[in-house]
């Protein structure tokens, strides 16, 4: 791309990418470089890596890479001339070139009206609850509500009128063609032509990117009638997966604080900021998903979700668990008393009340397992959480994890380990049964490598203690791998080792020659080791003892088709030892 070179060249000198990228991804100093957890992609160990002396960056995970236009493109979604306005802007670079006509140009003209439109319509909304006549109600509500001027004006709160087209007029007054209007979801064609306006007697809150531009609209009413709330609908603007009302002003006191609240409802997030709590959040109606944590992950090492005490709120905290376990940011939740909102308890209670409840929030997981196992404790009841338990245990990837989790169920229903995790496994295998032809492939996959919990130790082991795994090399190791890719990895691994001063098993990365043992290899790196220090030789003797119990049934199996008693008699005293020992 040869536009806009000049401007590209000026803002490079000026920005430093160490410091842009440092205000979405938490970064630490890693040698020569500054690591940080991917922002694009799910991880718990940073493989985020920017080099503050080329100014570029490179995911050692999903790969993506760049300098710091790909990495604004990248994180707000953002076309490559809107990277440049944007950086230039706060950089304080002057554009003095013109971007060349190209898709990509277009692309940024029409945002551009999008957040225009946006803008005329927040404007419009705002002065409608000016408005002495028509905003009155709205502003008695808010009054009623405790939102306070200030909280008013930081957040541009609006109020939709009673009318059909009282924007739709505003905006044609502004020349805006309304179609366009259409696109941003504000307004709405007629059937019989002709726009009315999407929000109506609404109180209406704009929804903010990190960007500080508003990309849609929630829209409460002032009554009791149906829907409560009403929000902008999916645009080339507004993802409601990946939106947090009010993180473009809480994200400062979110990484201050190294921790965020999140609760559902746009009121409940301004109740709590209106009593001093700063690093709140709001979902938009949907249930989270992997890239809300993504972004939240950016600023918090810890989340406290408030849930609603009723059975929704107890499946909803259920779901959400693998999103947070899997990105590897730890989850509270934090329950409400019956009946109650953070809004309303904020208000009654006070910040200290509620700082109280975020003392007493207890991890998600357990969160459920108290909520669902306190009252009626029959073996229905268990069996039930325990069916209920399994599609999210399974959802978790990483095995110790998961090996915990497995445990505190089995410890809470009484249900023997094992058997979760038979149940667990015959899920599984249920469920990826069912799956339909588009993951045919992933399928096919799946089953010609068949993960074995044995390559996945040995792999874990080789990572975290590659002096002691070593000695595994005099055995006959290979017996007991069953995955070629972990096989080419621990082979690798014991050509490698010995001719390298100091080791380091990212290194192995390189010298491996296909993509599925350097992918499982990435993932591995990745996971935290499944053994204490002390734990390691237990695990090692296990390993040996494996082996040789499999070379022993080998033998027996030779020499029953011989017809060799004394060997076989021997070979049983031996087995016999083995398992002793073990
Ligand atoms: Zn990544």
């Keep these: 791309m040869v536009s806009y070179n000049s401007a590209k060249e000026d803002i490079k000198r000026t920005a430093d990418i160490v410091e842009l990228i440092g205000q979405y991804v938490q970064l630490r100093k890693a040698g020569r470089n500054y690591v940080g957890l991917c922002p694009f992609h799910a991880e718990k160990t940073p493989s985020f890596t920017v080099n503050p002396e080329r100014q570029t960056f490179h995911c050692f995970g999903c790969k993506k890479g760049g300098d710091i236009f790909s990495f604004w493109m990248e994180y707000h979604n953002a076309t490559f001339p809107e990277a440049v306005k944007d950086l230039a802007e706060k950089y304080h670079v002057m554009i003095t070139e013109r971007f060349s006509e190209s898709a990509e140009q277009k692309k940024a003209s029409q945002r551009k009206l999008f957040y225009n439109i946006n803008e005329i319509a927040t404007d419009y909304y ?63 064609p007629r059937k ?161 009340g509620f700082l109280e409840l975020l003392d007493h929030a207890s991890p998600m997981f357990d969160f459920y397992l108290e909520q669902k196992l306190t009252h009626r404790d029959s073996d229905e009841a268990k069996i039930g959480v325990l069916k209920e338990s399994l599609p999210i245990l399974s959802e978790i990837h990483e095995f110790s994890l998961r090996s915990l989790y497995v445990r505190r169920l089995s410890e809470r229903i009484g249900i023997k380990e094992d058997i979760v995790w038979l149940e667990l496994k015959s899920f599984e295998k249920k469920s990826s049964g069912k799956t339909n032809g588009a993951n045919l492939k992933e399928r096919i996959t799946g089953s010609m490598v068949e993960r074995r919990f044995d ?33 080419d990895i621990v082979e690798t691994f014991f050509q490698q080792y010995h001719k390298k001063e100091r080791f380091l098993p990212e290194d192995l990365l390189d010298s491996l020659e296909s993509d599925a043992a350097r992918k499982e290899l990435r993932e591995a790196l990745l996971e935290n080791s499944h053994y204490s220090d002390e734990e390691v030789e237990q695990a090692l003797r296990e390993i040996e003892g494996k082996v040789k119990q499999i070379q022993i049934a080998a033998s027996i199996k030779k020499a029953r088709e011989q017809g060799n008693i004394e060997e076989l008699k021997q070979l049983f005293k031996l087995k016999a030892q083995n398992m002793k020992r073990e």
């Design 126 to 188: 705002r002065c409608t609850l000016k408005d002495p006549d028509k905003g009155i109600q709205a502003r008695a509500y808010l009054k009623k509500r405790t939102v306070s001027n200030e909280i008013i004006s930081e957040f541009r709160l609006g109020y939709a009128p009673a009318e059909w087209d009282g924007l739709t007029r505003t905006l044609r007054k502004k020349g805006i063609a309304l179609d366009m209007a259409v696109q941003v979801g504000l307004v709405i």
């Design 192 to 352: 019989n032509g002709g726009f009315y306006d999407r929000f109506r007697s609404r109180i209406i809150f704009p929804i903010f990117d990190l960007r500080q531009h508003v990309v849609g609209f929630g829209g409460r009413v002032l009554d009791n009638s149906l829907p409560k709330y009403l929000n902008t609908p999916e645009t080339p603007l507004f993802h409601k997966g990946e939106l947090f009302y009010g993180l473009h002003v809480s994200f400062k006191a979110i990484r201050e604080k190294g921790r965020a609240v999140i609760v559902e409802g746009y009121m409940d997030c301004l109740a709590l900021k209106n009593h001093g709590f700063q690093e709140v959040v709001a979902t938009l109606g949907t249930a989270l998903t992997d890239r809300h944590v993504r972004k939240l992950k950016g600023y918090a090492k810890e989340v406290f979700i408030v849930f609603d005490s009723d059975e929704a709120g107890k499946k909803a905290a259920l779901k959400s668990l693998p999103v947070f376990s899997n990105e590897g940011l730890s989850a509270k939740a934090v329950v409400l008393p019956d009946g109650q909102d953070p809004d309303s308890f904020v208000n009654e209670n006070g910040l200290k």
């Design 455 to 487: 390559d996945l130790h040995i792999l874990n082991l080789l990572i975290h203690y590659p002096q002691r795994v070593c000695r595994l090399m005099d055995c006959n190791w290979k017996i007991i791998l069953c995955d070629p890719a972990v096989l």
